[in-house]
């Protein structure tokens, strides 16, 4: 314990039974490995399956090296993350998923990376072995972040990532309810990079991300970080009203001229819809912010800690 932790790897965990034994198979002997003093963080996000007790029984096995941390409810993979970040001791901190997507061995090069001078560390996973959907989906919607954040991010959903001390106790001094941990990183980085590093298939379980997942993480990254969008739809709306009122001259100049006609009626309908479906964009958009506000102002936990198992002076 008196000994300075150099390094810690913080693992979020939810349904994770079946691959957990592989994992620590491999990541126990890639950290022994580096040669420094390390500790891993695993938090259970409430798992509805042998997961904690599978945790528990890793860290009777090595409590010098392991911390557990165990929700009483599900609370989501970033405020997880965000719990393992505020029990952490490490100069440095590793985030990786529990799947094994991200081999253990890569974080070596990330560290290696920060030896250079760099303070957050992103990645770049090699070969993507996800279904083609998700590639096209993740390219678009990393494009459109990084235009309206400007938060530079090329693979944002590859969990291994490196972290300073510094960067992570000024994450710890943030108290928003919803946000995107890496972006919030690189804004507070002074020198970010990115590393490439290699991607594997998923062993064991299912994905814990959905298509809806994916959407709803860049709607919160991007209302989260940016005021864009509200000026987007601030702008669209005055162009559109600038064309209603335009339209609207035409249609009183042609009835002066023509007469009454109902020929144009459906055109006018469709009109009217396409305005009344932005509309009602606008309203969600001002919802998402509205949302966010009421979220942090009724100041609830933004998770809830049943126990956290650690050696505490040789004691489990």
Same mark, same amino acid.
């Given at each position: 314990?008196?000994?300075? #932790?150099?390094?810690?790897?913080?693992?979020?965990?939810?349904?994770?039974?079946?691959?957990?034994?592989?994992l620590?198979?491999?990541? =126990?002997?890639? +950290?022994?490995? +580096?040669?420094? &003093?390390?500790? #891993?963080v695993?938090?259970?996000?409430?798992?509805?399956? *042998?997961?904690?007790?599978?945790?528990?029984e890793?860290?009777?096995?090595?409590p010098?090296?392991?911390?557990?941390?165990?929700?009483?409810?599900?609370?989501?993979q970033h405020?997880?993350?965000?719990?393992?970040?505020e029990?952490t001791?490490?100069q440095?901190?590793?985030?990786?998923?529990?799947?094994?997507q991200?081999?253990? !061995?890569?974080?070596?090069?990330?560290?290696? *990376?920060?030896d250079?001078?760099?303070? =957050?560390i992103?990645?770049?996973r090699?070969q993507?072995?996800?279904?083609w959907?998700r590639?096209?989906?993740?390219?678009?919607?990393?494009?459109?972040?990084?235009?309206?954040?400007?938060?530079? #991010?090329t693979?944002?959903g590859?969990? +291994?990532r490196a =972290?300073d001390?510094?960067?992570?106790?000024a994450?710890?001094?943030?108290?928003?309810v919803?946000?995107f941990?890496?972006?919030?990183?690189?804004?507070?980085?002074?020198? &970010?990079a990115?590393?490439?590093? !290699?991607?594997? !298939?998923?062993?064991?379980?299912?994905?814990?991300?959905?298509?809806?997942?994916?959407?709803?993480?860049?709607?919160?990254?991007m209302?989260g970080?940016?005021v864009?969008p509200l000026?987007w739809f601030?702008?669209?709306?005055m162009?559109?009203s +600038?064309?209603?009122?335009?339209?609207?001259?035409?249609?009183?100049?042609?009835?002066?001229? #023509?007469? &009454?006609?109902?020929?144009?009626?459906?055109?006018?309908?469709?009109?009217?819809f396409?305005?009344?479906?932005?509309?009602?964009?606008?309203?969600?958009?001002?919802?998402? =912010?509205?949302g966010?506000?009421?979220?942090?102002?009724?100041?609830?936990?933004?998770?809830l800690?049943?126990?956290?198992?650690?050696d505490?002076?040789?004691?489990?």
């Amino acid at each position: 314990m008196n000994t300075p #932790i150099s390094l810690s790897v913080v693992i979020p965990v939810y349904n994770e039974e079946q691959g957990l034994h592989a994992l620590f198979s491999r990541l =126990y002997p890639a +950290l022994d490995k +580096l040669a420094i &003093p390390y500790e #891993i963080v695993f938090v259970n996000d409430g798992s509805r399956d *042998k997961s904690a007790a599978i945790l528990r029984e890793q860290f009777q096995l090595r409590p010098d090296v392991t911390r557990v941390i165990l929700f009483n409810g599900n609370f989501g993979q970033h405020m997880a993350i965000m719990a393992g970040f505020e029990h952490t001791r490490g100069q440095r901190v590793v985030t990786l998923d529990a799947d094994l997507q991200n081999p253990p !061995e890569e974080i070596s090069k990330l560290l290696a *990376k920060m030896d250079e001078g760099f303070d =957050y560390i992103g990645s770049i996973r090699k070969q993507r072995n996800d279904s083609w959907w998700r590639h096209v989906a993740s390219r678009a919607m990393n494009n459109f972040r990084e235009r309206i954040t400007r938060i530079k #991010i090329t693979d944002q959903g590859c969990m +291994l990532r490196a =972290y300073d001390r510094g960067i992570i106790d000024a994450i710890n001094s943030c108290k928003e309810v919803n946000t995107f941990i890496p972006a919030l990183a690189y804004t507070f980085a002074r020198r &970010p990079a990115e590393v490439v590093v !290699e991607h594997e !298939e998923r062993a064991e379980g299912e994905s814990k991300y959905s298509l809806y997942s994916l959407i709803r993480l860049n709607f919160d990254l991007m209302t989260g970080f940016s005021v864009v969008p509200l000026q987007w739809f601030s702008l669209t709306g005055m162009v559109v009203s +600038l064309f209603s009122a335009l339209f609207f001259v035409f249609l009183v100049v042609r009835r002066l001229i #023509i007469g &009454p006609e109902a020929e144009g009626m459906f055109t006018l309908f469709a009109l009217v819809f396409f305005m009344i479906g932005i509309a009602l964009f606008g309203i969600g958009l001002l919802g998402e =912010y509205v949302g966010r506000i009421y979220q942090q102002v009724r100041h609830r936990p933004r998770y809830l800690v049943e126990a956290v198992l650690e050696d505490v002076k040789g004691e489990k």
